[in-house]
């Protein structure tokens, strides 16, 4: 394990300007470059703040502020974006690189390292146009978005977990890699993003406090939509252990799957 | 220490019952798989720093499994591979580029995927750049190169850097002569420097040229290795299916079934056809490969369908890129003229001492009016053969077209 973070560090220079490059070729020829990695995730939340509190004017039960459903929706949203696209993004990273990895000798942690780079890259954009819009609309959060940071870190470590495991099974069985999307869509309905967890019968509500996604969900909307730092008591424990151990065996999977991978592709 | 040991070395693929059993083997249950197949296997050499190692085989012989291990790119199944040096591998050409980003852009990608940290990679650039050789293309996306260009960046990126052992997949057979040219010069510069080549290659000539010892292997087993020379004659006996009988080079002739000219053009105005065009051996015997300065002739038949009166006949022997070696017709031979009526067959053979530089050689053959003003053919086959001509005793030249037979004394006045 020591050597895995070992060789991400040698080869850091190498992950960032992987990312970097990966910028560049997205915008390469278009006229705006890097701009539209703003425009896209700022148009993307000015629309749902203002078709859903202006035009549908969609409230949050309990809650009086027209803004809020809005808010709680772009919040819920920001943590759902950054698991499903490191989900996804690690489903195909070996599939799709399996020539490079035939014919080049590098650390094959550095793939997962740069699909996780650029997907935070991309969550930050996300992030920093939603903060942009709640300023505007004189919702700034305040202090408590220092809170998130450890959200933050149990969110990254469960996405990785899940994709490295999802991503090594691919290069065996490739169902996974059909199956997985599937499952996401499943998941984005059983975590209260759309709705809230206010809504839902009571006989489903146990089914949906056994999902592990809800937990950081909810830190979200409380500290975006609610301003109050997330709730911290057992579940919240178990959480951490629990995405600790997924990211564990997602890298164990990784490792001990590592030599036979280039034997499959 | 030597530079590179390796030890019982084997690969092998497993499948199993189900893919579930491969998962539970990651966690430590015992699993037998259901079939294994070795492609490689026992293994053993060792190489001291300096020796070039040409890698020879047949298509499938486990030759880039072998230098995939020791590259670190496919795991072994058995064995070790213990190497004492910093290591690169050019396996494919162009690896890791991408075609949106400029060359610039792709030698530091590229050499970042070596493990070469930013102020090594810029020191190198000048080197790089001016090995690439392509001006100002070198700043403008990949995807507005030649397939040469990148060929060009992407050798220059994988040799830039001094490494003890350098591993080179028959991936030199791109791009134009010239290049090809200096990638040699490129490689020959790296041994004379202490690097240790690993080179794989289907042209024999080249493994003897750049290569000091060789490694033969077959059917995933190392047969031989030793002297470059002596390898290369015992595999190209075993390609070629020679017995031991054969022993003395002078009189081995061979056959390559896989030299056929694909690119014939044939015309005429039909009195006539060429038919069965076969090269021999000096002892008439059919071949296709012949050591330069063997006798070797080039024999067709003429049908003719229509009276001609004393028809010529000729022939060509030309380089692969069209220039011509040595043409001659009957008439120039001042051979006896007859007469063709409609219906007869004329046997025609021209006999040759190959004094040719070793590489392939292309066949015209054709049979036309004595006028020669009269420039129509009765019939002409263009690049109607190929044979190879490799080099045996009894070559003197390397490059070039002829062998002059060149001697050398060097004395003092």
């Not at chain 1, 991309?122 to 942009?132: E, Q």
């Not at chain 2, 992407?154 to 002569?177: M, P, Q, R, Y």
């Not at chain 2, 042209?203 to 002596?230: Q, W």
């Not at chain 2, 002739?297 to 060509?316: K, L």
Request: with cysteine.
């Amino acid at each position: 394990m020591y050597s895995l973070f070992k060789s991400l560090w040698q080869y850091r220079n190498f992950i960032f300007s992987s990312i970097s490059n990966e910028f560049a070729v997205r915008f390469a020829r278009s006229k705006l470059g890097g701009l539209w990695m703003i425009i896209h995730p700022l148009s993307q939340v000015a629309i749902y703040a203002l078709i859903l509190s202006n035009v549908l004017t969609a409230k949050l039960p309990g809650v009086n502020n027209k803004y809020a459903y809005a808010i709680y929706l772009l919040a819920g949203m920001l943590a759902w974006s950054l698991f499903s696209e490191i989900v996804t993004r690690c489903l195909t990273l070996f599939t799709e690189q399996g020539n490079l990895m035939k014919k080049m000798r590098f650390p094959r942690v550095t793939l997962p390292a740069i699909a996780i780079g650029s997907s935070l890259i991309n969550n930050a954009l996300l992030f920093t146009a939603i903060l942009f819009v709640l300023a505007c609309l004189g919702q700034w959060p305040g202090m408590e978005l220092f809170a998130l940071i450890p959200l933050y870190a149990v969110l990254i470590a469960m996405a990785v977990g899940v994709g490295l495991v999802f991503g090594v099974l691919n290069v065996f069985v490739r169902d996974v890699g059909q199956v997985v999307p599937i499952f996401l869509q499943v998941f984005f309905w059983f975590t209260p993003i759309v709705y809230p967890v206010s809504i839902i019968p009571v006989e489903l509500k146990q089914l949906v406090l056994l999902n592990p996604l809800y937990m950081i969900v909810g830190g979200f909307h409380n500290v975006l939509a609610y301003q109050q730092l997330p709730e911290i008591d057992s579940t919240m424990i178990v959480l951490v252990v629990l995405s600790g151990l997924l990211m564990f065996l997602g890298l164990f999977i990784f490792r001990r799957a590592a030599p036979e991978m280039v034997d499959s592709l | 220490m030597s530079l590179l040991v390796v030890q019982n070395l084997g690969k092998s693929y497993r499948t199993y019952h189900s893919e579930w059993q491969r998962f539970a083997r990651w966690f430590g249950v015992s699993v037998t798989p259901r079939s294994e197949q070795w492609v490689l296997r026992n293994i053993d050499f060792t190489i001291e720093s300096g020796e070039s190692i040409g890698v020879l085989g047949k298509n499938g012989a486990g030759k880039s499994t072998l230098l995939k291990m020791i590259a670190g790119t496919v795991q072994p199944s058995e064995g070790t591979v213990q190497l004492n040096g910093r290591i690169a591998a050019i396996l494919e050409l162009g690896m890791g580029f991408n075609p949106e980003l400029t060359g610039r852009q792709n030698v530091m990608h590229a050499a970042g995927l070596m493990g070469y940290s930013k102020v090594d990679i810029e020191n190198a650039m000048p080197d790089i750049q001016a090995f690439s050789d392509i001006e100002e293309y070198f700043d403008l996306p990949v995807r507005t190169y030649s397939s040469g260009m990148q060929s060009r960046v992407s050798f220059a990126v994988a040799t830039a850097f001094k490494t003890d052992i350098l591993i080179v997949d028959e991936s030199l057979a791109v791009g134009d002569a010239a290049f090809q040219r200096k990638c040699f010069r490129r490689l020959e510069g790296l041994i004379a420097q202490g690097t240790t080549l690993l080179f794989v290659s289907h042209d024999i000539d080249s493994v003897k040229k750049i290569c000091k010892k060789a490694l033969f292997i077959d059917h995933g087993r190392l047969v031989e290795f030793g002297d470059a020379k002596k390898v290369c004659d015992h595999y190209e006996k075993a390609l070629f299916g020679k017995s031991d009988k054969q022993k003395d080079q002078k009189h081995v002739v061979l056959l390559d079934a896989t030299l056929k000219s694909d690119c014939e053009v044939s015309y005429g105005d039909g009195r006539g056809t060429i038919a069965n065009i076969v090269l021999a051996g000096a002892e008439g015997d059919q071949a296709n490969v012949f050591r330069s300065n063997e006798d070797m002739s080039i024999e067709y038949d003429v049908q003719f369908h229509e009276a001609v009166r004393s028809p010529v006949f000729t022939c060509m022997i030309k380089t692969k890129e069209g220039i011509a070696v040595s043409g001659t017709d009957s008439t120039f031979l001042e051979a006896e003229v007859v007469d063709a009526s409609p219906g007869d067959v004329l046997k025609v053979k021209f006999s040759f001492s190959a004094a040719l530089v070793p590489g392939f050689y292309y066949v015209n053959c054709g049979v036309r009016d004595a006028d020669a003003s009269e420039a129509g053919f009765i019939h002409r086959r263009v690049d109607a053969a190929i044979f190879k001509v490799v080099s045996g005793d009894d070559t003197t030249a390397l490059v070039g077209v002829a062998d002059l037979q060149a001697r050398l004394e060097v004395s003092t006045p």
